[in-house]
């Protein structure tokens, strides 16, 4: 059980466009999610916490217009890169919370040219 | 969070068992101290977690020393895929936060 998925597993797009990643809670829900992105032998760095049905809280740093999150569902929360650069090309990860454990996707490659 | 020191990088041969350490000398008395693993392009991996005592599950134990000071990640008999790099993490129980992970220990398993 505590199966968290990410879709796409990796996405190219354009500098300029933007690129949603979806990420689902498979087997149980989760009233939090959290966004992380991780460069290149680097760490995991939160990026935002999502709250179903409320705004995200965005750490500080994180441009809250270019990275939107959407958490509409117990078991679905988006992110949105809007206007992508290469400097947002990394590894974005989701992880979701039930009780006291949180579980984590598999993880979004996302190469922005 | 307390702040938790891992060494950068460990290496062990393969069917031996490896020790990862973890200082934690700040930690709180609510705290617990996770440990979560992450294979090379892959999400973490939850591994084991404990407040004071000795904790063993079907892929690690961990020994908490009893100043609670610090601990030791213990994966009993390491296997090539136990590659990865090993994050100690301490946290309340139940905390409504995300995750900080530090640099954590890259384990190398030798064959």
């Known amino acids: 059980g505590a199966v968290v998925s990410q879709h796409p597993s990796w996405v190219i797009c354009k500098s300029g466009t933007s690129v949603k990643i979806e990420c689902r809670s498979l087997?149980?829900?989760?009233?939090?999610m959290f966004w992380y992105r991780q460069f290149p032998k680097q760490s995991l760095m939160l990026m935002a916490t999502s709250n179903e049905g409320s705004k995200a809280t965005y750490e500080q740093g994180v441009e809250k217009d270019k990275f939107l999150i959407n958490h509409a569902s117990l078991t679905l929360s988006t992110l949105t890169v809007t206007s992508a650069h290469p400097e947002d090309s990394s590894f974005y990860i989701c992880s979701a919370r039930t009780g006291d454990e949180q579980y984590f996707g598999p993880g979004t490659r996302l190469t922005v040219t | 969070d307390a702040k938790t020191t891992q060494p950068p990088s460990m290496d062990c041969a393969e069917g031996r068992a490896a020790n990862l350490p973890c200082n934690h000398s700040t930690i709180s008395g609510n705290e617990y101290v996770y440990w979560y693993r992450q294979i090379h392009s892959q999400g973490p991996q939850y591994i084991i977690h404990?407040?004071?005592n000795n904790e063993t599950n079907e892929m690690a134990s961990l020994i908490i020393t009893e100043d609670r000071k610090s601990s030791t990640l213990i994966l009993p008999h390491a296997t090539l895929r136990d590659t990865a790099v090993y994050y100690c993490i301490v946290r309340r129980l139940g905390g409504a936060d995300g995750l900080t992970f530090g640099k954590g220990t890259h384990l190398i398993i030798q064959p």
């Open positions: 404990g407040l004071k």
């Open positions: 087997d149980f829900q989760a009233t939090t």
